[in-house]
T-cell receptor, first 111, second 117 residues
Framework: QKEVEQDPGPLSVPEGAIVSLNCTYS??????FMWYRQYSRKGPELLMY????GNKEDGRFTAQVDKSSKYISLFIRDSQPSDSATYLC???????????FGDGTTLTVKP | NAGVTQTPKFRILKIGQSMTLQCTQD?????MYWYRQDPGMGLKLIYY???????DKGEVPNGYNVSRSTTEDFPLRLELAAPSQTSVYFC????????????????FGQGTRLTVV
């Protein structure tokens, strides 16, 4: 079993929709949770980062962590065609020095 | 500020050939990583380094070698290329502050697309 499982997608939504992207994990040592966005033929870039249970909001993006259920989500409100990309969740434990990535969910937002 | 730079961007290798993928960063990051990403898949860690002179295996190290003689450079060596090594390779770097328990975000290069035929 993989340490990090991500909803595989692909996901296709109309512009303006609310998008939910999800990951589950099995390693209870994970304390830090990240979402990366990767545009086609580009390297991933950090979108959001959190280290506690609860919600963290940044503009149209909300990251949610439920450590008791070992479940994290990224919500995108008022989705735009420019949000079309692959979204990767990543997690790490204290002092690990490296992150474990999910396989990514490819999102297409249609105008 | 260039960030993480990878060369080459594209390469076609014949089975059995060898090559070195170059990676350099100008952010003075102590941690550096090599990942491979197969189509529709996530990132698999090949090797990583916590500082000059120190390297460690990731989850898929077979067929690869690395060295870290300087803080800036972290080349990845492929010996005896095989079709299974066809992939996109990403180099990344991050910083570990002495007071933090974890690294800052990883900054990625633009990738090297390698095809082995």
């Amino acid at each position: 079993q993989k340490e990090v499982e991500q909803d595989p997608g692909p996901l296709s939504v109309p512009e303006g929709a609310i998008v939910s992207l999800n990951c589950t994990y099995s390693n209870s040592a994970f304390q830090y949770f990240m979402w990366y966005r990767q545009y086609s033929r580009k390297g991933p870039e950090l979108l959001m980062y959190t280290y506690s249970s609860g919600n963290k909001e940044d503009g149209r993006f909300t990251a949610q962590v439920d450590k008791s259920s070992k479940y994290i989500s990224l919500f995108i409100r008022d989705s735009q065609p420019s949000d079309s990309a692959t979204y990767l969740c990543a997690m790490s434990a204290p002092n690990a020095g490296k992150s474990t990535f999910g396989d990514g969910t490819t999102l297409t937002v249609k105008p | 500020n260039a960030g993480v730079t990878q060369t080459p961007k594209f390469r076609i290798l014949k089975i059995g050939q060898s090559m070195t993928l170059q990676c350099t960063q100008d952010m003075n990051h102590n941690y550096m990583y090599w990942y491979r990403q197969d189509p529709g898949m996530g990132l698999k860690l090949i090797y990583y380094s916590v500082g000059a002179g120190i390297t460690d295996k990731g989850e898929v190290p077979n067929g690869y070698n690395v060295s870290r003689s300087t803080t800036e450079d972290f080349p990845l060596r492929l010996e005896l290329a095989a079709p299974s090594q066809t992939s996109v390779y990403f180099c990344a770097s991050s910083f570990r502050d002495r007071g933090l328990l974890m690294n800052t975000e990883a900054f990625f290069g633009q990738g090297t697309r390698l095809t082995v035929v």
